[in-house]
């Protein structure tokens, strides 16, 4: 039991806020948003991209680096329907054992006008980990080394659900959203249940400048917490743009950006900073760079650790 909880501890989906690019605030229909996504009419393939990245610890003997690598497809189903969805696979390697998890994401966004959308999300996951035992040395001299043998392989599914609007009047955008999951549910089924809305202010009304505010409600098997998460969002030219915010959590298995990032882990994340720097370099062809911090604390021993994450993608409009 002692290992399914550490095992708990470290595993969790690092998917990065790509989404943030992929879903465009509305504005009237006579203007052109400048980072809006060119969506077309029915197009079955409309958007592709790609992702890869790290998240370094600062504690590599107890805490690993965790790679991450991703593939996403957009779908113009009509003029008001899409849908995008993505894959997602990360691996670990500690010294206890080693976590593999693959997850899909659904994202179905209906635009009801050009103030007003919908949007519904699915989202999979499956974690797979091998478990190593200590086993105490023999008493003996010279003394052996303590060894490591195969324990017990793991496998848990997860799903999350939410659905949220968005809705412009002015300057101001509100977006509502509520969440169902049962995550981590390998010994003890844990739910979670997340409800707010986050306020954003577009300051000259075209994109090019946007304060945000959200504030969540969170239980996890009960245990309640308030989510907070200051935001901006500046447009430095036709081609370049910056996003930057902060996550306060003081919790676990809570998620962010419609269920784009879930951490699902027994591990505390305290708070998270946020950097993104999107590049237009070529037509319809957009790089974007991804810096993360994370403060977290140890399920099992309580020892603060962190991540300093590094994301590169790439995503083409066809």
């Not at 039991?1 to 989404?19: G, L, Y």
């Not at 249940?193 to 239980?219: M, P, R, T, W």
């Amino acid at each position: 039991m002692r290992n399914s909880i550490i095992i708990f501890s470290i595993i969790f989906v690092c998917k990065v806020q790509a989404q943030s690019f992929l879903n465009a605030n509305y504005l009237s229909e006579n203007s052109k948003p400048i980072h809006e996504f060119r969506l077309g009419k029915t197009n079955l393939f409309n958007q592709i991209y790609m992702e890869s990245g790290v998240k370094f610890s600062n504690q590599t003997d107890t805490v690993g680096n965790l790679t991450s690598n991703q593939i996403g497809i957009q779908h113009q189903l009509s003029n008001k329907l899409q849908l995008f969805h993505a894959y997602n696979y990360i691996s670990q390697n500690v010294w206890w054992g080693t976590i593999a998890q693959h997850s899909y994401y659904a994202n179905f966004e209906y635009k009801k006008s050009a103030l007003l959308k919908f949007n519904g999300v699915i989202s999979f996951l499956n974690s797979n980990t091998k478990i190593f035992q200590e086993l105490p040395a023999p008493i003996v001299f010279p003394p052996m080394q303590t060894t490591l043998i195969p324990a017990e392989y793991i496998s848990s599914n997860n799903i999350f659900l939410l659905g949220s609007s968005t809705y412009k009047w002015k300057h101001f955008i509100i977006k509502p959203c509520f969440a169902y999951s049962q995550l981590n549910n390998l010994k003890v089924k844990q739910t979670q249940f997340q409800s707010g809305a986050e306020l954003l202010f577009d300051v000259k009304n075209n994109e090019a400048l946007i304060f945000g505010l959200g504030v969540y409600h969170f239980s996890n098997n009960n245990l309640l917490s308030t989510l907070i998460k200051p935001s901006v969002s500046f447009i430095i030219n036709d081609e370049l743009s910056i996003n930057a915010d902060y996550f306060y959590a003081n919790a676990r298995n809570f998620s962010d950006q419609d269920g784009y990032i879930i951490y699902n882990s027994v591990d505390k994340t305290f708070d998270r900073i946020n950097f993104i720097l999107k590049y237009e370099f070529a037509n319809n062809i957009f790089m974007y760079i991804i810096y993360q911090n994370e403060h977290k604390q140890d399920y099992k021993t309580n020892n603060n650790y962190s991540f300093n994450s590094l994301f590169l993608g790439i995503k083409y409009n066809l």
